[in-house]
Every structure is written in structure tokens, then in C-alpha cells.
């Protein structure tokens, strides 16, 4: 090595990177060189006081002055009804951040809800006048206005019992948002139940919730509305029915229509890109519903269905199945195979059942056993 | 005491709704983002607009953020990106043209922790002000806001050949200039910068 050029090795030999024969000759030029000896000490040096510089921490002001930009922009958002992503169902989500935090409140002792919900997206504005809010005898009764409607990223989440039940606040500011037709399919699947009753309440969560999810069935739509913080030390005796006279429940409150009667139907309920299923809680009960959801004419929604009655079956320890669970999207003769019967799920190919029928055969088996 | 928790971990928090993640974010890194803006724009109006930028950029895209990926980086080539694309705009030309002096890029006040060493500092700063593009930036990544020579190429959006030349060239500049802030003899004319390229 000689001194023209050495400058181009300064930074590799100070960084560490020069080969181990490289660094030989580098320091041997400088051994015999007192120019680029000097020269080297001089780089390496300033190159050391350069690093010494400390960037300070960042001042609360510049951070709360970017936070505000940020909360402008999600807000933004809500208020154009930004869909995110196109030309892919299974993510139709805004681009900012989605939120998917839903959890079942512990019911101690009481049979608890297994909710689960089909969907593809994250918090969208929906107007309630496309969500079915009852007041336990099924008339809508509160005047339309939006509300976010959560529509968690995962196609399927069943959401776990014996755990709290967190569901946001709603957000202030109403926006209104042209949303597509919301279609609503219910699927009438009968539900044994151990008693009838209808509870009606308006407070913002905690209770109707838990009554809800304890004694039956949950219209999603209120749930969806419904966000606040559950806790369960706080759980009292269930409301009395509200009165029907009274104002207008504050965008706070919620009302929450659950029902529980004899022969109750599983709710299943479709919006654009969004589907949501509730039953009153058991792998027993939810497995016969995604058998009735087979019969979706979406053929996405078969193919999750699909998908989750395999991994419920894999949960279960079932004997490994001869064949897939399959379901025909919009069609008749779909087969399975019973996980209670020593095999995966139910055997019913009966093509001409509905699927109330074939999920009653199901129960049946399944009592029987 | 807990460990802090990782870059990362903060941004899926964030990217699941976590307000308080991205502000943590906000806060772990907003001056060394501010910093490396100011090495690239001398306005410093312009500075503060870009970095909020930035932020709703990162914010915008958290969903997209690769598992696995590292932040850093992440963060800094949406800076770069930003300042490329501004440097093209008319933005740039209307409220740079005034005040833009040729390789000189100085930090704000406060904008690095003294330390008790104000003066030397200045001399520091001042010398790296001088240093001109593209050395400047890559130099500003690697050795004050200590970036890994991967990192800095991924923010650069350059090779690592190339990003360790403009470092190796950026520090050579430094180094003539700090020198001459500090009153110490000029380098030996056999070595410091020779050809290359950037």
C-alpha cells in the first residue's frame, strides 16, 4: 500500500472491515509513513468526535404537535369512509391501523357465549340504520346514526370464554357514510335452551352484555355498538326492561336486545364483506351453525367455514377424517362427517335437509351420545 | 425494571390501534428523524413540515410494515423518499431557493444533547454542515444517529457499496473541515479524498 489511495481504506479499517492481510499492509504503510500516520490519526479521531454528537431526546411538544397530525389523519379517515385496499376481500380494511380487540367477559358458572365473526376489514362507519338495534319484541326503536362497527381483520375469530370483554368507546363525532346495501340473512337453527327470557337494557356495557352472553343470544349489531370496558367485579343483577317512554339514549348508551327462549335461532348476520355468528356458546353449537353457514352462496365464506370446521375438528382430538369437511356454496348434498361418532363431524347426506334439519339431526346425534 | 420494548413490538401495537405505541414511536425517535431532515433541508419551517409528513406516512402504512423488518430504516427511507420527492417538487424551489446556502446544513437549537461540551459541539455540528450531499446524509445516519451501514442503505435506497463510499468520503470531508474549525494542520495531501465515486 502506498500513501496515494490510502484515504479510500480509512473508513473500512476504522470500521473493522478491512481483511486481516488488508489491515496488515494498512498499518504497516502507517508504521513507516508519518504523513498518513498523522493523517489516519486525525480521521480517526474526528471521526470519533463526530459520533460523540447525541441526538436530544425528543421535546413533548414536537411529539404531541405529530401525535395531533396523526389523529387528524385517522379522523380523516373515518369521515371520507376510506375502504383501504382494493381487490382484496379477505383485507377490505382502512390502511391505518386496524383495531380487533374483543374479548368474551367471564361469566362465572353460566354457560358462557362463543361469538363467532366472519369478517374482513377493520372499523368502518356504518349507519344504524342498516343495523338491526331491537327492543327485545324485534321493532327497531332508535332513530339512525353512525356508529363504527368493528369488522376485525381475520376472516374467523372465536372469541375465547372466561375472558374479559374489552369493546371500545364509541368515537364522538358522528359521520355519515354511504355504505352499501346491508343484506341480512338469519339462519334459523334451532338452539336448545334451558329457559325463556327476554332482557332489555341501555347502559353502556357492562351488564347487557354479560346478561346477554349468559342467557342467549346477542344481536351483533348492538354488540357491534356496544364499546366499553367490561369488568367482571362490577357485574350486578340483571335491569329490568326500560320503559317506553323516555328520550333518545345518548350515543353513549347502548341497548343491548338479548333473548333466550326455547328453540332460539342462531343469528347469523351479513354485511357487505362482514358476516357475524352467534350462538349460545359451545363447540356443540357452534359447530352445527358453521354447518348451516356452508350453505352461504359466497363461496369465500364456504371455503373459511371450511377452514375452521377443520380446525375445530383438529381441536376436538377427532379421529382424522377420511375426507375434508367440504360444503357446495348456495347448493344441497353437502357431506360430513361426525367427530362424535368416532369420525370427524356429523354424517349427514341427507341432500334434501335444510340446513335446520341437518343441524337438528346433528344435535341430536350429539345428545344422544 | 422492564425492558423497553422493541421498535417492532411497538409498531404492531400500533398498527392493532395502539395510539399510545405510535406516540412511544413518535417519541423514540422524533429528534433523530428531525435531525437527519435538517441534514437534507436547510428550511427549517420546511424541516417541521416534513417531518409530520413523515409520521402520517408511517402512520398510513403501519399495516404494511413488514414482520420481521426492522423500523429504523423503515422510518428513515420514508424520510428520504419524502425529501426526494420534495426536492423535485416546486416546494422546494419556492421555499428553499432563499435560503438554501451551498453545503451548509447546521442543526437547530437543541437539537443534540451538549453534554458540557457546547463549544466543541458547534465546531462538530458546523463541520458536518459542510459536508456536502450525498456524503452528508449518509454520514448523519451512520455516525450521529447510528445506523448500521445494511440500515443506511436501506434508507438511502442505495447499495452498501455505496453507502460505505459516501460514508467513507462524507467523513473525510468532516474531518478537513473539523480540522480547520479547531485550528489543527491540514491534512497530508497523499491521502484524504481521492477519486471515487458516490
Known amino acids: 500500500m502506498n500513501c496515494e489511495g490510502l484515504g479510500d481504506l480509512y473508513s473500512a479499517r476504522f470500521d473493522g472491515e478491512l481483511s486481516a492481510a488488508d489491515r496488515r499492509a494498512f498499518d504497516a504503510h502507517l508504521d513507516g509513513c508519518a504523513g498518513c500516520r498523522k493523517d489516519y490519526a486525525a480521521f480517526r479521531y474526528a471521526v470519533e468526535d463526530l459520533r460523540s454528537l447525541e441526538v436530544a431526546p425528543t421535546p413533548a411538544a414536537d411529539v404531541?404537535?405529530?401525535?395531533?397530525?396523526?389523529?387528524?389523519?385517522?379522523?380523516?379517515?373515518?369521515?371520507?369512509?376510506?375502504?383501504?385496499?382494493?381487490?382484496?376481500?379477505?383485507?377490505?380494511?382502512?390502511?391505518?391501523?386496524?383495531?380487533?380487540?374483543?374479548?368474551?367477559?367471564?361469566?362465572?358458572?353460566?354457560?358462557?357465549?362463543?361469538?363467532?365473526?366472519?369478517?374482513?376489514?377493520?372499523?368502518?362507519?356504518?349507519?344504524?340504520?342498516?343495523?338491526?338495534?331491537?327492543?327485545?319484541?324485534?321493532?327497531?326503536?332508535?332513530?339512525?346514526?353512525?356508529?363504527?362497527?368493528?369488522?376485525?381483520?381475520?376472516?374467523?375469530v372465536e372469541v375465547p370464554v372466561v375472558q374479559r370483554v374489552e369493546v371500545p368507546v364509541v368515537e364522538e363525532r358522528v359521520v355519515r357514510v354511504a355504505v352499501p346495501v346491508v343484506e341480512e340473512r338469519v339462519v334459523e337453527v334451532p338452539v336448545p335452551v334451558i329457559e325463556e327470557r327476554v332482557v332489555q337494557v341501555e347502559n353502556p356495557l357492562q351488564l347487557e352484555l354479560e346478561r346477554a352472553a349468559a342467557f342467549g343470544q346477542v344481536a351483533l349489531g348492538a354488540l357491534a355498538v356496544a364499546r366499553a370496558r367490561l369488568d367482571e367485579r362490577e357485574a350486578e343483577a340483571p335491569h329490568a326492561p326500560r320503559p317506553d317512554s323516555g328520550p333518545e339514549p345518548s350515543r353513549d348508551e347502548v341497548r343491548v336486545a338479548s333473548a333466550e327462549r326455547r328453540d332460539a335461532p342462531v343469528r347469523l348476520r351479513r354485511e357487505d364483506g362482514f358476516l357475524s355468528l352467534t350462538t349460545r356458546g359451545s363447540t356443540d353449537e357452534i359447530v352445527p351453525a358453521l354447518i348451516a353457514m356452508l350453505q352461504d352462496p359466497d363461496p369465500a365464506v364456504v371455503a373459511t367455514v371450511e377452514g375452521k370446521l377443520f380446525e375445530l375438528r383438529r381441536r376436538l382430538d377427532g379421529p382424522a377424517a377420511a375426507e375434508p369437511v367440504r360444503g357446495t356454496p348456495g347448493g344441497v348434498g353437502t357431506q360430513l362427517k361426525s367427530v362424535f361418532r368416532g369420525g370427524p363431524f356429523a354424517i349427514v347426506s341427507e341432500p334434501e335437509l335444510s340446513p335446520a334439519e341437518r343441524w337438528q339431526a346433528w344435535w341430536s346425534d350429539r345428545s344422544a351420545r | 425494571m422492564p425492558q423497553p420494548q422493541t421498535d417492532e413490538a411497538l409498531v404492531r401495537e400500533a398498527a392493532a390501534g395502539a395510539r399510545d405505541a405510535f406516540e412511544s414511536l413518535v417519541g423514540r425517535y422524533g429528534s433523530a428523524l428531525s435531525s437527519a431532515l435538517r441534514k437534507q433541508v436547510p428550511d427549517r419551517h420546511l424541516v417541521d413540515d416534513l417531518a409530520q409528513e413523515v409520521w402520517v406516512r408511517v402512520y398510513r402504512s403501519l399495516a404494511r410494515f413488514r414482520a420481521g423488518a426492522s423500523f429504523r430504516p423503515w422510518l428513515f427511507s420514508i424520510a428520504f423518499n419524502l425529501v426526494r420527492d420534495v426536492r423535485r417538487s416546486r416546494k422546494w424551489d419556492e421555499r428553499t431557493a432563499a435560503s438554501e446556502e451551498d453545503f451548509h446544513f447546521p442543526a437547530a437549537p437543541g437539537e443534540y444533547d451538549p453534554r458540557g461540551r457546547v463549544e466543541e459541539q458547534a465546531a462538530i455540528d458546523e463541520a458536518l454542515a459542510r459536508v456536502p450531499d450525498p456524503f452528508r446524509g449518509a454520514v448523519h445516519l451512520v455516525d450521529v444517529l447510528g445506523l448500521t451501514y445494511l440500515e443506511a442503505s436501506e434508507s438511502l435506497a442505495c447499495s452498501l457499496g455505496t453507502v460505505k463510499s459516501r460514508v467513507n468520503r462524507g467523513r473525510l470531508f468532516f474531518r478537513d473541515h473539523y480540522l480547520k474549525l479547531s485550528g489543527e494542520p491540514e491534512p497530508c495531501p497523499g491521502s484524504g479524498l481521492s477519486g471515487g465515486t458516490a
Do not use: C, Y
Not at chain 1, 79 to 84: A, N, P, V, Y
Not at chain 1, 89 to 115: D, F, H, Q, T
Not at chain 1, 118 to 141: H, I
Open chain 1, 64 to 156: 404531541a404537535a405529530v401525535m395531533a397530525a396523526v389523529d387528524a389523519e385517522a379522523h380523516s379517515r373515518v369521515r371520507s369512509g376510506e375502504r383501504g385496499e382494493r381487490g382484496d376481500r379477505r383485507a377490505r380494511s382502512a390502511s391505518g391501523p386496524s383495531r380487533s380487540r374483543m374479548l368474551v367477559a367471564a361469566l362465572g358458572g353460566a354457560a358462557a357465549m362463543g361469538l363467532l365473526t366472519l369478517a374482513f376489514g377493520a372499523w368502518r362507519p356504518v349507519e344504524t340504520s342498516n343495523l338491526q338495534l331491537t327492543d327485545g319484541s324485534g321493532a327497531p326503536d332508535l332513530k339512525p346514526r353512525t356508529v363504527e362497527v368493528w369488522v376485525p381483520r381475520d376472516r374467523i
